[in-house]
């Protein structure tokens, strides 16, 4: 299930909109072809010659399918996971908040979520001068959230229960 969960994270990379996340799907599937776990599964072959991004991203959402629960793969859950990635790249200096602020942009524009606008906003206004305080205590609470959260439903609980 651990290789499962590598293609989730390469897969929410590609469909939150990261840069070259597709080559990371490829080298998933050309993992699991060399150790030849899959038994001929058709779906990771032609993943792994895959080179472009969308035909990557229904493959792996179609092997996704079978081996994770359907609520991990629903928008605001991927969502979720995106920002978690953004949250560790911000944590980790490899991104500003400069960069941070576009990422949010383009997730806006792909998944529709409150806790994402809202969160943009704040970040929106954090690059523009304002105060920072507001994006960083909102960003580090819905890392948290989504940290402990394996989907979209237990976000919200989590976020219900404070």
Known sequence: MRMIEQLLKHYCRLAGGWRDAHEDCIEWAVQRLREDTDRGDLDIALLAGESTAEPVQTLARSILARHVDASRLDDE?????????????????????????????SLNRRFDALWLVALGLDCERATAGGPADAFERGFERLARLWGRSRDADEFHAHADTG
Do not use: K, N, P, W
């Open 77 to 105: 859950s991927i969502a979720g996971q995106c920002l978690l990635e953004l949250h560790r790249e911000y944590r980790a200096g490899t991104v500003d908040i400069e960069a941070v602020d576009r990422r949010l942009m």
